[in-house]
């Protein structure tokens, strides 16, 4: 493609004025899909390599002893991820910490927000089963997402009204200022239309990728554009039907490589060049589902290993094999959970907790004689790698 052909695709740059006179342009993408169309040729290869890792990976799905077990702990580990990708330094255990009502070791709010996070994933999926991804619907993700102290003052739930830019101090140096307020609804309701509009022959792949992009250049809210945006391609994926079951989030590879991400995002508003996008896109989704993959097959060889070595302990009795079961769900927990979730007396949870220790399969991690958190190690050392807060 030539790069007159690509030049065809970029938005306009639209004069606008701020508060004190200051003049700045705005950037109004062009409408889904890129006209002229995607070069597909170059992208076929990398679209049938990620169709086959993410068959791969649904294919777990089904071996899996627990599937629900593997969903519940993978959307905390994107929410982590989504969230650092913002600034927030909360990790996993934090946010397993919080859920088992015990102090974290993260700024509060932090953690707050990614449990936020959670809750917009699941609202969003339970919604999808019988609703349909809209505008109203995306509004309604969003005041999940927001229902924190940070969010409530961000119009949660709410288009927003007024100006919004990236980097900078102001609209009139900032790295990029998305459409103006009263461009808008017009942007939001062309991307609507792109998602169900049924003579876009395009894999569901490549339509989440454009849609990524284009929600984020529209930036529609105050806060909350770049988590809700890694959300819908989850969400797109599931509702195109190319996943079974929400096991795909691409939060770490963007983490990992944020400013080629970063960079990505620009080029495709300053060179209308989608091509490159897609690849690097694609390539996220063959490494995240193979690494998603890899994981699973981790925790099952870990489960099946621990409770081999319990086993052959000559201590495999009731309880420690429900205590086992129960931090499968709960990796970091306390003896009240154990007690009330595998209905057993605290002398058999506190027994039972013991043998685990004394097999190295549980870790107590506060040293202290009462109100003792337990943590089922080397299951967090697995669900955690790559959620180390950003530090650079």
């Keep these: 493609m ?6 065809g695709r970029i938005g306009q740059l639209v004069k606008c004025s701020a508060v004190g006179g200051e003049y700045y342009t705005a950037y109004v993408p062009k409408n889904l899909p890129p006209v002229p169309p995607l070069a597909m040729d170059d992208l076929y290869p990398l679209l049938d ?23 519940y702990m993978y959307v905390r580990k994107e929410a982590v991820l989504s969230s650092q990708i913002e600034g927030t330094q909360s990790s996993l255990s934090d946010l397993l910490l919080f859920e088992t009502e015990e102090a974290p070791g ?14 917009a994933m699941g609202y969003g999926l339970e919604r999808l089963k019988d609703f349909p991804m809209s505008l109203r619907l995306i509004r309604e993700i969003h005041a999940e997402l927001m229902n924190n102290a940070r969010g409530g003052n961000k119009m949660p739930g709410d288009f927003r009204t007024s100006q919004n830019w990236i980097g900078g101090s102001r609209p ?3 790295r990029f200022v998305p459409p103006p307020p009263e461009q808008l609804m017009e942007c939001m309701g062309a991307f609507e239309i792109f998602l169900h509009d049924e003579n876009v022959k395009l894999p569901a792949l490549v339509k989440a990728a454009l849609a990524h992009v284009q929600f984020e250049t529209i930036h529609p809210f105050l806060d909350g554009n770049g988590r809700l945006g890694r959300l819908l391609i989850t969400f797109i994926l ?3 039907g190319v996943l079974k079951e929400p096991l795909l989030y691409l939060s770490l590879y963007f983490k990992a490589n944020r400013q080629e991400y970063y960079d990505h995002l620009q080029s495709v508003r300053e060179t209308g060049d989608w091509e490159s996008w897609i690849k690097f896109f694609l390539t996220g989704v063959i490494e995240t589902a193979t690494q998603a993959t890899e994981t699973a097959q981790a925790i099952i060889a870990l489960f099946n290993a621990d409770r081999a070595t319990v086993e052959a302990s000559g201590k495999s009795t009731a309880g420690v094999l429900s205590v086992h079961r129960f931090l499968q769900h709960h990796p970091i ?3 009240t959970k154990i007690k009330v979730g595998c209905n057993i007396s605290l002398p058999t949870v506190l027994r039972s907790l013991a043998t685990l220790e004394a097999l190295s399969v549980v870790q107590e991690l506060t040293g202290k004689d009462r109100n003792k958190i337990f943590a089922y190690h080397e299951y967090l050392t697995i669900l955690s790698k790559g959620t180390e807060p950003i530090t650079a």
Aim: hydrophobic fraction near 40%; aromatic fraction near 4%.
């Design 106 to 119: 993260a700024p509060m709010d932090d953690v707050t927000e990614v449990s936020c996070y959670v809750a």
């Design 2 to 7: 030539t790069a007159e052909q690509e030049n």
């Design 238 to 240: 599931c509702m195109e």
């Design 49 to 71: 390599q990620a169709s086959t890792a993410i068959g791969r990976l649904d294919g777990m799905s089904m071996v899996l002893p627990d599937p629900s077990l593997f969903i």
């Design 172 to 174: 009139g140096n900032a």
């Design 333 to 335: 927990t306390n003896t």
